[in-house]
């Protein structure tokens, strides 16, 4: 704060002397260097950008703009009807979890897949997907997922690596299936439609999900002595009756998903229907208490507080990247070299691995979208289909070292398990997902099917 403080200071003084010793694409690029270090340093990232971001705009429009600007901010971030999607997907969440759909959804996936080669570990996969599609959320997918699934692991003898592996593979599906509270953040950040972003991540997310089982399987194939093989048998009187557990997830994502598609309801609309039913499963599952109601309520005013948190930081970061004219110098830079537009896109990908493997991806992906999405416009790229790219280089993001969200939460449930095992495990779930990205790269029409389909609707 003291820093903070002198700097602004400094740039009063010179103002006031009529001094500007540097032009502003340099005050930007130097920006740029302040605030990641305060982020290495451990400053709360929102704020990290939102201080470099006031006091940039300071220095290059002056502080009746700043102070114009800091006072705009909170009020669009109140007063913008869009953002009351996120509040309400994320209570939809918490129900969903509270009313333990989890629980139905892995029985059920274990039933049908006991025969195959590590089938609880695909079927703790498909359960991660299952419950993605109505929780939009990577951390609460892993934690729920890994409560449930790796006992059931351990206690069949499977190798510890590959079990909390796939689980913090498996949880990145939660911001690749809508709801992802990550793609309404894209949407809402780039102005684009959530409700197309949605159907976008549909077909990626399966591919991708296939793409984790099949890594399972591969790796069972290799060293069956990681996954032994069960002696149990279902009748399918028993497997049929496992596919009750689906049916408040079929209820619940046709919906609130399948309601946006037919356009029945706007996306805040279905946020909000959806967590009415979310809290009617609640009820019905009889797992209703008023101190779970509170603990969901109090959960939901915590994420949602952390993400406008970041939110407000970003959007001040990116008015003082505007102003210092960074994104419009880099994409006129780009777009005048003599390289392929693949190759712009493989720069990009090796920059967004290594942000996510030392940051949060929700500030990743704020703090990156000014710079980046006028390139990927001017080289004509979908603003839709670069909203499923940054989500999937997000998921690359969430199992890698030093940060690797999703293997923290899974070492928080699984404590036995040490760190090094876990990431040891997600390293071939990360190749799988390289790969599926590669292939979503090359073949755009596979983000952008749907989408096109609602356009023409």
Known sequence: MQAALTCLLVIQIMQDRGVKL???????????????????????????MGIVGFIGYIYVAGWTAAFSILRTIPFYLADNFTLTVIPLFVLMGHFAFHSGLSGGLFKMADRW????????????????????????????????????AYPEMKKAGYNSALSTGCLAAGGTLGIMLPPSTL???????AEVSIVHL???????????????????????KIKPHHAPSIDRQYSWKEKFQSLSGVLPVVILFGAVIGGMFAGVFSSTEAAGIGAVIGLVFTIVSRKFTIQGLIKCLTETAKTVGMVFTILFGAIMFGYFLTVAGIPVALANWITSMDINRYVVILIMTIIYIILGAIMDELAMVLLTIPVFLPIVRALGFDPVWFGIYIVMVSNIGLMMPPVGLNVFVIAGVVKEVPLFRIYKGVMPFVGACIVVLVFCVYFEELSLLLPRLLYSS
């Open 198 to 220: 949605f159907a976008a991540g549909i077909i990626p997310g399966v591919i991708l999900t296939f793409a984790y089982a099949a890594t399972v399987m591969i790796q069972c």
């Open 113 to 148: 897949l006991c025969k195959v080669r590590g089938g609880l570990a695909v079927a703790s996969i498909a359960s991660c997907a299952a419950f993605s599609a109505v929780c939009g959320s990577t951390v609460a997918t892993a934690a729920t997922m890994g409560t449930i």
């Open 183 to 189: 793609m309404i953040i894209y949407g809402v950040a």
């Open 22 to 48: 540097l032009d502003v694409v340099t005050v930007g690029i130097i920006g740029v260097t302040v605030m990641v270090f305060l982020m290495l340093i451990g400053v709360n990232i929102g704020f990290s």
